[in-house]
């Protein structure tokens, strides 16, 4: 069973664990995780050996102005989702973010690294990991961050290119650092997780590692809009809400050392991802 399975990454786990064969149950906006009685009448009947938790609210700076809305969705939706399955016996998991980092320790981060989120959705975050593993016997947590993909209908790559298509410039920051990150890439790898039985934390994302603005150009080049300047700016030029970790890679160390294979360096996948996107016509 598949909650959010109709966002960017909900999407590619619907194509990959049907790919292998699995019976999948979808939902998305029909199935309202932030109410516990919804999920304990609708789940059980289904007899799923599994529950995936891809639903998010994602905006981080709207979580600054409104806290309620991220605290409702990215916590007490995952853990009503754990409610259910610790009622079943079945195991959760659950996509997570790097913002439950400060971003401030200077190198990469492991599974063994102490959180210390700056703001709401990190918070949110790390409080539905932290209950997750309080209530459930069997559960994977996966670390992720700058996802993009083919289904996804708001994502920093698209944005870049819109904004260079309709501005013929762009200002992008140089003060935050991470790892863009397949969705298609990490549907594969949580579906490796998955079914092994490895219950756990994991960071999960592509390798590798570059700023926003490192990122932005990236993204042109690849779509051969060499010629659109990119202006660095720093993030306090923009005056957001939410407070970014200023450098949050994420080390996949426990895929590592339970023998699973990373997924490849995020430049593969995004020289694909922007082809397809030029060559469809959408760009």
């Given amino acids: 069973m598949i909650c959010g399975a109709a966002g960017q990454l909900g999407n590619e786990l619907v194509d990959v664990f049907q790919g292998a064969g699995a019976e999948v149950h979808g939902f998305d906006l029909d ?7 919804i999920l304990a009448e609708k789940v059980p009947p289904l007899e799923p050996d599994l529950v995936i938790n891809s639903a998010a609210h994602v ?30 016996g079945v195991p959760l998991a659950f996509v997570s973010s790097d913002y439950v980092f400060d971003g401030l320790k200077g190198s990469a981060y492991s ?44 994502n920093f790559v698209k944005s870049i290119l819109r904004n260079a298509r309709d501005r013929g410039g762009l200002r992008v920051v140089t003060d935050e650092v991470g790892t863009p990150t397949s969705c298609e890439d990490l549907a594969r790898v949580m579906y490796e997780v998955t ?10 994302t592509n390798q590798g590692e570059c700023s926003r603005f490192d990122f932005a150009r990236e993204i042109l080049q690849a779509a051969g809009w060499n010629d659109i300047p990119v202006e660095p700016i720093q993030y306090c030029d923009l005056d957001l809400p939410c407070p970014r970790p200023p450098y949050s890679p994420l080390d996949n160390m426990l895929l590592r050392l339970q023998g699973f294979t990373p997924a490849r360096d995020y430049h593969e996948p995004l020289g694909e991802y922007v082809s397809m996107l030029v060559e469809s016509g959408e760009f």
Avoid at 73 to 87: E, K, M, P, R
Wanted: glycine letters at 8%; a negative charge.
């Fill in 31 to 37: 199935m309202d995780i932030t109410s516990y009685d």
């Fill in 59 to 88: 905006d981080a700076d709207e979580a600054e102005r409104d806290p309620e809305i991220s605290y409702r969705i990215n916590f007490v939706g995952t853990q009503n989702l754990a409610l259910v399955c610790a009622s079943l």
């Fill in 111 to 154: 599974e063994f690294d102490e959180p210390c989120p700056r703001g709401v959705y990190g918070r949110a975050k790390l409080a539905a990991e932290r209950y997750m593993a309080s209530a459930l016997d069997g559960y994977y947590i996966f670390r992720t961050q700058w996802l993009f993909g083919k289904y996804g209908r708001k």
């Fill in 195 to 204: 079914t092994s039985g490895k219950y756990g934390l994991y960071h999960a």
